[in-house]
């Protein structure tokens, strides 16, 4: 498979801090609640009560109920539908059945629907699946016996799935009793992020296989029910990405050489001309192509992926063809500010090796933290960056100032960013949920289980979190967590996002 969007790679990472004396600076102004522990003072209660009535807006002044233990009490769930409930979005949405089955909750956990799907979600297949507009999802399912494609439609909160198109043609289905033979195109066609909307929401742009014996770049039309087909010929295409102006479509052309990806050409297609530009041919030891941000309409930052590392950060236009290189590199991942194009990267180079931030308009890069960091990532609510490592978990303001929690590999600011979540997997640092303030300050843990996933409520007054396929709410003042679902068995699709 291509590793157009495999951006994270296991390595053994060590950890050098330069001078880094804003460790517990706070990102946000708001209230700083007294922390929290099981043998309170009376001042630490009353202090606490008036943080969290600030924060959720009550009048009335309370202390918080702590729970007596931090493992959720299982409580028998209804296990009706109630779709009659659910009303307007947003919606959290859940993973269940191995993939198979799609659960919708409201923020308030009192109804949800379900719904069965055609086969297994691709993985990677939920984000980046609803357009800007639109209570509309594009889902991809993979059946087995006989092997099939399908990608369809599903209407929110209704969960109704329309299909639009089997991605495998009749002269692919043939083949699919040995896929083995057809590997190549498999393998470009289950590849993440394979289906793009249009800004407007109006078109939808997907890899399929439906004619020849390759993947090609199809535009689904869902006002006319129409799909287009913009390529042709033998190699495999990549993931698609849309310009800001919904005017073109840029995609890259691959195939498989000695078992590895080699990127031929990239092109951009324009939906209403059907002119087709090639941008670049990128460097011989590519393997894929990344499309990280839109500068802007006509302006496309990218990076090429080798054996070992991303190298090539560069600008490209779609009126000429011209690429400006940004950064050489080598370096291991980079991720962009679109608006104020601060990036953050991490640089590979001996002695130089760390994280790196680099101001608008190229200049000099600033070394924040030395090692090896992973999982970059770009806030854009809270305007911070955000790293990890194999000692915890860093944030990166625009200035350079850090905010670092150790021991932590996964972490999330509540909404107006009023406290912080962090949980592991077993795998991780530390498994289990823990509330903390936003200065860094622990409060207490929720549950010490293993944690898949965590999704805060818009309100910032609540959060779900999956735990080995089992749904929980927690809502504050008293914390206590409820049980939702017992039935999930998330497997390798722990996916929990929020759709309108």
């Known amino acids: ?120 979600l691709l993985p990677g297949s939920l984000p980046g699946s609803q357009p800007a507009v639109g209570s509309i999802m594009a889902l991809r399912t993979k059946s087995d016996a006989p092997l099939t494609y399908t990608l369809s439609l599903l209407s929110l909160p209704g969960l109704t799935l329309s299909p639009v198109a089997d991605l495998l043609g009749p002269r692919l289905q043939k083949l699919a009793t040995q896929p083995e033979t057809i590997s190549d195109t498999l393998a470009a066609l289950e590849q993440p992020g394979a289906v793009s909307w249009s800004p407007n929401g109006q078109k939808l742009a997907f890899i399929g296989a439906q004619d020849g014996l390759s993947t090609d770049l199809y535009i689904y039309d869902r006002r006319t029910k129409e799909i287009l087909r913009l390529t042709t010929g033998p190699y495999e295409v990549s993931a698609p990405i849309w310009s800001p102006d919904g005017q073109w479509v840029v995609t890259s052309e691959m195939e498989q050489t000695n078992g590895r990806w080699q990127i031929r050409e990239v092109w951009a297609f324009s939906i209403y001309s059907k002119e087709a530009r090639r941008l670049y041919t990128p460097p011989e030891n590519s393997q894929a192509e990344h499309f990280l941000a839109w500068l802007n309409n006509n302006t496309l930052l990218t990076c090429s992926e080798g054996a070992e590392n991303l190298f090539s950060l560069r600008e490209v236009r779609l009126d000429r063809p011209d690429a400006r290189e940004r950064l050489a590199g080598p370096f291991e991942e980079v991720v962009i500010d679109p608006q104020s194009q601060t990036l953050l990267y991490v640089q590979l180079s001996g002695s130089l090796s760390g994280l790196y931030l680099m101001p608008p308009g190229g200049g000099e890069p600033r070394l924040l933290a030395g090692g090896w960091w992973r999982s970059l990532r770009w806030d854009a609510e809270g305007q911070v960056f955000r790293a990890r490592n194999s000692t915890g978990t860093i944030w990166v ?12 590999d996964h972490c999330e600011f509540s909404p107006p960013h009023n406290w912080l979540i962090c949980w592991g997997g077993k795998k991780d640092l530390q498994p289990g949920l823990r509330l903390y303030q936003v200065s860094g300050t622990f409060i207490q843990h929720i549950t010490k289980q293993p944690i898949d996933a965590v999704l805060w409520n818009k309100d910032g007054l609540s959060w779900f979190f999956l735990s080995e396929g089992t749904l929980n709410i927690t809502r504050f003042p008293a914390l206590n967590s409820q049980v939702l679902s017992t039935e999930l068995q998330t497997g390798d699709y722990p996916a929990l996002i929020w759709v309108q």
């Open 1 to 120: 498979m291509t590793k157009k969007h495999l951006l994270l790679r296991p390595a053994a990472f060590w950890f050098c801090l330069l001078g880094l004396t804003a460790l517990s600076c706070t990102l946000s102004g708001a209230p700083t609640p007294a922390s929290w522990s099981l043998t309170s003072t009376v001042v630490a209660q009353s202090q606490t009560a008036e943080a969290i009535n600030l924060s959720i807006q009550q009048t009335a002044a309370a202390a918080p109920t702590l729970p007596p233990t931090s493992t959720p009490t299982p409580v028998p769930p209804t296990l009706t539908p109630t779709p009659s409930r659910l009303d307007s979005g947003p919606w959290a949405l859940v993973s269940a059945g191995f993939g198979s089955a799609l659960w919708l909750f409201n923020p308030q956990a009192d109804a949800f629907n379900t719904a069965a799907l055609p086969g297994r």
């Open 397 to 408: 303001e625009l200035d350079g100032d850090i905010f670092m929690m150790e021991m932590e």
